[in-house]
C-alpha cells in the first residue's frame, strides 16, 4: 500500500533538491516513488506545479508503438504494410496522447490544490506517494532539512519518526586520531 507523505520548506528550490535525492536513493533500491509532485508559490504568489510523471508523452509513446503494430498488421491484409504502419502510428499516438492528458494517475490534483494554495510566498511543497521505504537508510538521508509535514498517511510513530529526523541536525563525521 502507498503512502502519501506532503513536506513543506521554508525556500522555493529546496522541494526540488530534495526529490532529486529522492531520485539518486530510488537508483539505489531505498525508496520506491510511485508519484512525485512540487508546488512552487513564486514571489507574485502565483502556484507552479511540476509533475514528475508526464502522461502525455507517456501515453503518446505507448500509443504510437500500439497503433504502428496494428497498423502494420492491417496494412497487411491490403498490401501496403508500410502506410498501415505510419497511418497506425499517427492514429495511436494521438490517441494515446489524448487518454494520457485525460488519465488522472497518483496523487490526487484536487488534493495538490488545496494545499499548494496554503503555502506561504517564495516556499515549496513536495507531494509524495510512496510505495516502499527503507525507513533508517532514507531518514539518515534527510536529518536537519527543516521541513514541515503538512500531510500524511503515516502511522503516527511513523510520522514522529520523520518529523524527528526532519528536526534534528546532521550528525558530523568526527576525524580519526
Not at 118 to 144: C, D, M, W, Y
Amino acid at each position: 500500500m502507498s503512502e502519501l507523505v506532503v513536506l513543506g520548506f521554508d525556500t522555493a528550490d529546496k522541494a526540488d533538491a530534495v526529490l532529486n535525492r529522492l531520485v539518486q536513493l530510488e537508483k539505489e533500491y531505498l525508496v520506491d516513488l510511485e508519484d512525485a509532485v512540487i508546488a512552487v508559490r513564486d514571489p507574485a504568489g502565483k502556484v507552479r506545479l511540476k509533475q514528475s510523471v508526464n502522461l502525455t508523452a507517456a501515453g503518446a509513446a505507448s500509443g504510437g508503438l500500439s497503433g504502428a503494430l496494428w497498423g502494420s498488421l492491417v496494412g497487411l491484409l491490403f498490401l501496403n504494410p508500410l502506410a498501415g504502419m505510419v497511418l497506425g502510428g499517427a492514429f495511436g499516438a494521438g490517441s494515446g496522447a489524448l487518454a494520457g492528458s485525460m488519465t488522472d494517475y497518483g496523487i490526487d490534483d484536487d488534493l495538490i490544490k488545496k494545499l499548494a494554495d496554503t503555502i506561504p510566498v517564495n516556499s515549496s511543497a513536495l507531494f509524495l506517494l510512496l510505495r516502499k521505504v527503507q525507513p533508517e537508510k532514507v531518514l539518515a538521508e534527510f536529518k536537519g532539512e527543516h521541513a514541515t509535514i503538512l500531510r500524511s498517511s503515516l502511522s503516527p510513530e511513523q510520522e514522529e519518526q520523520l518529523r524527528k529526523a526532519l528536526a534534528s541536525e546532521p550528525a558530523v563525521a568526527t576525524p580519526a586520531a
